[in-house]
Nanobody, 128 residues
Framework: QVQLVESGGGLVQAGGSLRLSCAAS????????MGWFRQAAGKEREFVAT????????DYADSVKGRFTISRDNAKNTLYLQMNSLKPEDTAVYSC?????????????????????WGQGTQVTVSS
């Protein structure tokens, strides 16, 4: 089992940047494919980005492609989400998630039900 703790959220003006971190503990981080999801007030949770175990493959929601970058440092047991050119519609609680079921190194995952472990989330607010 892995424990996940997000940090780095906050208030930023439109056009600004933030970097979210997700610190993992309790199990070998490199065994997990990882993802970022977000949930805005009154809306359903949505996929943001995913990365495979080794960090060689990643993919993004169309709404953030070209602005956000997911990465991981397996030596530091940490997942990152670099968010640039932020928009007010990016305002949400951002959560990281871990998939411990995958047997394949190259797989990435897009659905919340594919993830077994979740962090508590960090609030990102983008003002116009």
């Amino acid at each position: 089992q892995v424990q996940l703790v997000e940090s780095g959220g906050g208030l930023v003006q439109a056009g600004g940047s933030l970097r979210l971190s997700c610190a993992a503990s309790g199990h070998t981080f490199s065994n997990y494919a990882m993802g970022w999801f977000r949930q805005a007030a009154g809306k359903e949770r949505e996929f943001v980005a995913t990365i495979n175990k080794g960090g060689s493959a990643a993919d993004y929601a169309d709404s953030v492609k070209g602005r956000f970058t997911i990465s991981r440092d397996n030596a530091k047991n940490t997942l990152y989400l670099q968010m640039n050119s932020l928009k007010p519609e990016d305002t949400a609680v951002y959560s990281c998630a871990a998939n411990g079921r995958t047997l394949y190194s190259f797989n990435v995952y897009y659905r919340a039900q594919d993830y077994d472990y979740w962090g508590q989330g960090t609030q990102v607010t983008v003002s116009s």
